[in-house]
């Protein structure tokens, strides 16, 4: 049974920089690639960005695209989002997904999705 745990989020002010974390467990980490993805109330969930099973590989939506910055740990199973000159508009619940195959970093092809952490962001 895959578990995927995220932590980190919290109230924020706009500049400010935040790093989310998720725990994978339930199947081997280093073989899938992971996403972040992000929904504002009233909104649908919308793709953050991808990394490939080695982190070899990247991909992210426009919107934090020099502003957001995946990366991973297989030795921890672990996988991280860092936030950077964080917006008002940046505020949702993230949630980290793990994908179908190693290579999954675009949006669509995820398996597995964690509850989801909290990320205000206040002027």
């Known amino acids: 049974q895959v578990q995927l745990v995220e932590s980190g989020g919290g109230l924020v002010q706009a500049g400010d920089s935040l790093r989310l974390s998720c725990a994978a467990s339930g199947r081997t980490f280093s073989n899938y690639g992971m996403g972040w993805f992000r929904q504002a109330p009233g909104n649908e969930r919308k793709f953050v960005g991808g990394i490939s099973w080695n982190g070899g590989s990247t991909y992210y939506a426009d919107s934090v695209k020099g502003r957001f910055t995946i990366s991973r740990d297989n030795a921890k199973n672990m996988v991280y989002l860092q936030m950077n000159s964080l917006k008002p508009e940046d505020t949702a619940v993230y949630y980290c997904?793990?994908?179908?195959?190693?290579?999954?970093?675009?949006?669509?092809?995820?398996?597995?999705w964690g509850q989801g952490t909290q990320v205000t962001v206040s002027l």
């Open positions: 997904a793990q994908g179908s195959t190693a290579w999954t970093i675009y949006p669509g092809q995820y398996d597995f």
